[in-house]
């Protein structure tokens, strides 16, 4: 079964910056892409990220794609987000999730199949 684990997040003051990391493990891992995306209680999931496997192509939203970054590690099997520039509105619940790719757009994967979540306070 693949699992994806989470790690980073935490507290940070404005202006800071936090890197989030998804390492896959398993026995074989068929998505496209892994993609972070977050959620803060009562509002709807946000995507920000994603990246495909084969060819390290990223994908933002608006929301991240000045302040974001998505990078991979294929021999680690690592996912990383670097968040920068880090403010009050982005502090929320943060999951990496595998991604299939088709036609042009990102498909979110069954919630079974996403990392744990870590929370992002950005507060003074």
């Known amino acids: 079964q693949t699992q994806l684990a989470q790690s980073g997040g935490g507290s940070v003051q404005p202006g800071g910056s936090l890197t989030l990391s998804c390492v896959v493990s398993g026995r074989s891992f068929s998505s496209d892409a892994i993609g972070w995306f977050r959620q803060v209680p009562g509002k709807e999931r946000e995507f920000l990220a994603a990246i495909l496997w084969s060819d390290g192509r990223p994908e933002y939203s608006d929301s991240a794609e000045d302040r974001f970054t998505i990078s991979r590690d294929n021999a680690k099997k690592t996912v990383y987000l670097h968040m920068s520039n880090l403010k009050p509105e982005d502090s929320a619940d943060y999951y990496c999730?595998?991604?299939?790719?088709?036609?042009?757009?990102?498909?979110?994967?069954?919630?079974?199949?996403w990392g744990q979540g870590t929370q992002v306070t950005v507060s003074s």
């Open positions: 999730a595998p991604y299939s790719f088709y036609h042009g757009s990102y498909i979110l994967a069954d919630s079974a199949s």
